[in-house]
């Protein structure tokens, strides 16, 4: 049998394939490893102008190295972080017609390429390539068994590789990620960013897509959503899908359709001030940001004007967990909430309102998730005193109505541990404009609007104004660069922006918000004329939020672990890696539907802090394994549903009016248990009970909209 070494030999002898010495190449860059399997794929699909090219082969001193063609632009991922605020829809159209073109004709050789992910598109001048094909196969080679019908990126992969593990891809997985694809181009954002990896198979096979963009065009809509079916049968073929696009990219109404706000060219006689920056500026009529009266309306003017606010940030400062959101004033359309974090932390909207600080308490060692206590290692006998470093719910301090024996006792100042966070964030949001926009001054260019709660008076807001100033977020204390806004204010706003996608946004429409965050608030609406909006009924609210589903997770392994137990493991800080166990694999998971639903918990490291001979005895017969199953799950959830639902239904008694949407917002509304037990108890009531996109990051992609160049003014 000939080897892989003398075939490549003989074809580059044979000049079937071309042969570059290693030294004529200046500067090599390794994009990846494999076999090279795939190269009689390659030479098949080398001469479309919409495929990476292969160009030959060379050779270092020990290994075979494909040549391939460079693409100056890196991949599509990163070329949309860096260009989508400025792509138009036309762009976007033929990007994705570049995309379909070369799929096309891979289809056409009977070849499906089984990982098109945006990482596997490159860009060359403004023109998409498909390249990778690392996994890729002809169609007869296709094996029930084959690990490449299971290997790539998750959020592209068909949910029928999910359901069935001898699932033989087709034409029509390449479909599937397609339109994936689709979507990823209409937003900008990577697919299912808001949602944990852990799970992320789980929504998939379920039925979970993303929700479509405001302003896309309803036919490119449609295509990407009948791409991305869950039955294969269903998915059009890549000729149809080539045939829209054509059809889309000919249309002149399509032009129309555009999410980018109405601009004007400069006209050079213009004494309109206008950075070197951008090109453009954004007519008089949208200069206004959301504020309570009309003095404030022509400060945040002033500062649109004179300031040349280009980007706004809206940052969730919370209790227990934080996060941001931002949006060039150009792209109204296209909020992006940050999912990537400097401790490691990818695909979470939100990082933990916590610090770690040294031995002296006062340099920060870690902040966000990093900074709480992970699964204990049995050699680590420095965990109790980071325990002794650790500073959370630092924020109480700026609550006047909380009783100050009932604020939490710090080993440094509140002040400097409000300041050092906001530090530590603020380097992200730094990092994270910079990243998108190189060319834009933070101080100069960036308004950034913090969310508190309601209850915060005028002097903890002054006092969160100074921390922020000495964080070095704003270039002084009185900068009009930065802006505050209540949690509920927020909330509102998102939600109001959802209802227009709804086709809801009617003046006299009444809508309800139900904020399922470490509580839960609820109020209802009412959408004024030029978008302001009204309260209905006073905000209600109660302590019966997320954490007490984990609260009664607790009572839960009380019942199996004993007092002693609960406390030591709490006092050492291990109880809170059990309970992101509980929210990771049980708490959002869970339907209600499935009554063969089972978890086992393991809790083997845990058996230092077990001191009762009898539980230890129980536990060594079950393997240090706890199971919850549906009925455990029911127990856990009903009481807090149930406090939710009273509230609700409180809400809907006291408006004595039609509620045409009620909004789900907040880490909980994704709890599948909890959306079917409102639908099941309210839809006869309300028509339109919704979760907007990224519920976790409504309150700072709230922000951001509060803070855009548009009249939105809440009263």
């Known amino acids: 049998m000939t080897s892989v070494k003398e075939w490549i030999e003989e074809k580059i002898k044979n000049k079937y394939i071309r042969y570059f010495k290693y030294d004529e190449f200046s500067q090599v860059v390794e994009i990846g490893r494999g076999g090279f399997g795939v190269l009689k794929l390659l030479r098949e699909i080398e001469d479309h102008p919409k495929i990476n090219r292969f160009l030959g082969i060379t050779k270092d001193s020990d290994y075979y190295i494909l040549v391939l063609e460079y693409a100056n632009e890196g991949n599509l991922r990163d070329y949309l972080k860096k260009k989508f605020t400025y792509l138009r829809w036309n762009d976007k159209i033929q990007m994705a017609l570049d995309i379909t073109g070369g799929l096309k004709f891979i289809h056409s050789k009977e070849i499906i390429h089984r990982d098109l992910h945006s990482k596997n598109i490159l860009v060359n001048n403004g023109k998409l390539l498909i390249a990778d094909f690392g996994l890729s196969k002809k169609l007869a080679e296709i094996t029930t068994n084959s690990v490449g019908n299971r290997q790539g990126m998750i959020e592209y992969i068909e949910p029928q590789c999910f359901k069935n593990k001898k699932y033989k891809k087709d034409k029509k997985s390449d479909i599937y990620s397609l339109g994936v694809l689709l979507w990823e181009i209409s937003s900008g954002r990577i697919p299912f960013s808001d949602c944990s990896r852990d799970l992320l198979d789980y929504y998939i096979k379920n039925g979970d897509r993303e929700d479509p963009i405001d302003g896309t065009p309803p036919k490119y809509q449609k295509l990407y959503q009948e791409c991305w079916n869950d039955e294969p049968k269903s998915r059009p073929d890549i000729e149809k899908v080539y045939e829209i696009l054509s059809q889309l ?29 951008d090109d453009f500026y954004i007519t008089s009529d949208r200069l206004n940001i959301n504020s309570r009266n009309n003095q404030n309306s022509r400060q945040n003017q002033k500062n649109y004007e004179e300031n040349n606010i280009r980007i706004v940030v809206g940052l969730e400062f919370g209790l227990t967990y934080s996060g ?141 104004r100074i921390c922020t100033f000495n964080a070095g977020l704003i270039k ?65 609210g109660d302590s019966c939020g997320s954490t007490f589903i984990d609260a009664e997770f607790i009572k839960y392994l009380r019942g199996i672990l004993g007092d002693v137990s609960i406390d030591l493991l709490r006092d050492n800080g291990q109880m809170q890696y059990l309970v992101q166990q509980f929210c990771n694999y049980c708490k959002i998971p869970f339907t209600g539907d499935d009554q063969d639903f ?91 009970i919704l979760v907007p996109l990224q519920p976790t990051a409504a309150i700072s992609r709230g922000a951001v909209i509060y803070g855009l160049p548009i009249k939105s003014n809440y009263h």
Request: hydrophobic content about 35%.
């Open 249 to 277: 990219n000919t249309e002149n109404s399509f032009y129309l359709q555009s999410s980018q706000p109405h601009i004007h060219n400069v006209d050079n006689n213009s004494n309109s001030k206008v950075s070197d920056i």
């Open 324 to 464: 941001f959101s931002y949006c060039h004033v150009k792209e109204k359309g296209n909020v992006c909430s940050n999912d990537i974090w400097h401790g490691g932390e990818y695909h979470q909207l939100k990082t933990n309102t916590v610090l770690q600080y040294d031995d002296e308490c006062n340099n920060v060692k870690l902040w966000g998730a990093p900074a709480m206590v992970k699964k204990q290692n049995r050699r680590n006998k420095r965990q109790n005193n980071e325990e002794n470093g650790r500073v959370e719910l630092f924020l109480l301090h700026l609550s006047d109505s909380l009783a100050e024996e009932l604020k939490p006792k710090l080993p440094v100042d509140y002040k400097k541990a409000i300041t050092d966070y906001l530090r530590e964030i603020g380097e992200v949001i730094k990092d994270t404009i910079k990243a998108r926009w190189p060319l834009f001054d933070y101080f100069k260019n960036v308004l950034l609007v913090i969310a508190v709660p309601a209850e915060f008076s005028e002097n903890a807001k002054a006092i969160m």
């Open 476 to 540: 002084d204390e009185c900068s009009t660069n930065l802006q505050f806004i209540t949690e509920s204010e927020a909330v509102a706003a998102y939600c109001m922006e959802n209802l227009k996608g709804q086709n809801l946004a009617q003046a006299g429409t009444n809508f309800m918000v139900v904020d399922c965050g470490d509580r839960i608030d609820v109020i209802t609406c009412k959408l004024l004329s030029n978008d302001q909006l009204g309260e209905i009924t006073e905000k209600s």
């Open 598 to 688: 089972s978890y086992e918990l393991d809790i083997e490291h845990t058996k230092r802090y077990i001191k009762d001979d009898n539980i230890r005895n129980t536990l060594e017969d079950d393997e240090w394994v706890i199971e919850i199953n549906f009925e455990t799950m029911k127990s856990i959830f009903e009481p807090v549903i149930r406090n939710i639902l009273n509230l609700i239904k409180a809400q809907l008694d006291n408006a004595q009016e039609t509620i045409s949407a009620m909004f789900l917002v907040g880490d909980f509304s994704e709890s599948k248990y909890l959306q079917k037990r409102i639908k099941q108890e309210f839809s006869h009531r309300v028509f339109n």
